[in-house]
């Protein structure tokens, strides 16, 4: 059966976009291949997201950069405008989540991880916590981080 992924993306730089591309492109390299399931991917801005994005979405990945010690205004503003519908309409939804963050990112990921507690995500791996100078590396671990999400719900383990 066909399953879709959601990537969401806080994209304000060129390294943040070039994160979220290499996601998109190795699940849709995933999808390509004949070998695999249909994964559909999707990508979307936060300021974009609707409540019934993440509801319709067999997985969720969710990009945000820190910014001034917390989530990224655009990521807190789709927090804020979806919370209350995703409450007990996303409960055990498998999301990963991964924090540009050029000081720090651990006040992003406890806030992260709290609210996805709150909601009964179920995060499928560790928040990953790109941190520190830019590193082209970076665009590799998100890549593997969305690869991971594609290939879980293809093999049904997500
Ligand atoms: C106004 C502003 C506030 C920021 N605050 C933080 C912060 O509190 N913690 C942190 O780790 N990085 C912070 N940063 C760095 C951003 O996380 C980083 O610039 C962003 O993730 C984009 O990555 P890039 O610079 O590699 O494009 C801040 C950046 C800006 C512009």
């Not at 399953?3 to 699940?27: F, M």
């Not at 939804?93 to 991880?113: C, F, H, Q, S």
């Amino acid at each position: 059966m066909s399953k879709t992924l959601l990537i969401i993306a806080h994209t304000p730089s060129p390294n943040t976009a070039a994160l979220a591309k290499a996601g998109i492109a190795a699940c849709r390299d995933y999808n390509d291949d004949d070998d695999n399931g249909d994964v559909e991917t999707r990508c979307l801005s936060p300021f974009d997201v609707t409540s019934t994005d993440i509801a319709t979405a067999d997985g969720v990945v969710l990009g945000t950069t820190e910014n001034i010690g917390y989530m990224a205004g655009a990521t807190k503003d789709m927090f804020d405008r979806c919370y209350n519908d995703w409450l007990d309409f996303t409960n055990g939804k498998p999301v990963a989540i991964y924090i540009r963050a050029g000081l720090d990112g651990t006040a992003t990921k406890r806030a992260l991880t709290s609210i996805s507690s709150a909601l009964g995500w179920r995060l499928v791996a560790e928040p990953l916590i790109l941190h520190g100078d830019w590193n082209d590396a970076f665009c590799q671990d998100v890549a593997n981080l969305c690869l991971g999400m594609a290939a879980g719900l293809d093999a049904g383990i997500f």
